[in-house]
């Protein structure tokens, strides 16, 4: 019997990239992501998978249940989850529209939240192997200022994911978080800080996506892309919190 994969944000970056991937790996696809036009562009270059499209915005309060009912009413079963909308801005937290702010968090935070938690069940069901892929950031790792929310929200993700692939440790479902640093996708030019330190060195987003998946079918926990990454991350544990406040700030500015 052949497996789905429900993969938000698909219609660009990594979100693209994971549609490739599984595709190619004959996986049915659920596709979710706010450009309707674009989801129906992408269906058509799968003709030989079962693909359904959802046009949601799940930076919108109760969207995420909405993409569960619908789902479940189209009978389909979810192997694999594949949490990876988001959004970052850049900027003093005061000058940043407060709005704007409760969008990021609800889609980075909130809905990811409630697709785990309504997806769960089911996964958990699942005769075979499961599998949840949460895209944090290396911002989970330090606070960010001039980014102060999107920090926040990935830190976020990175302990909510952790946490529940210990609780499921002796179930049949896997949970991964995956922490690229910058990575070449329209992320930066939303966030605005295509012209950072932070963005000088981005990796490619198919090869960040291949890591991330390949890291999902081996099990693991937590991945972090690129050799440069894995140091700064693991070199801020270390780190006073203060003193990794003020790297973060520094690689925010222009280059």
Known sequence: MKKSVLITGATSGLGYDFVKLFAADGYDLV?????????EEI??????????????????????????EEVSAAGISIDVLVNNAGFGLMGPFHELDIRKQAEMIQLNVTALTELTYHFLPGLKSQKDKARILNVASTA???????????YATKAYVLSLSEALAEELADTNVTVTTLCPGATKTNFASVAKVEKTKMFSGAMDSSEVAQQGYRALMAGKRVVI????NKLGAYAAKFLPRSAAAKIAKYVAKDA
């Open 225 to 228: 892309t690129g050799t440069s």
């Open 140 to 150: 989970a790792f330090q606070p960010g200022p001039l980014m102060a929310v999107y």
């Open 43 to 68: 269906k058509k270059e799968f003709q030989d998978l079962s693909v359904l499209t959802i046009s949601k915005d799940l930076s919108i309060a109760g969207a995420a249940k909405e993409v569960y």
């Open 31 to 39: 596709l979710v992501a706010r450009n309707k036009a674009k989801l």
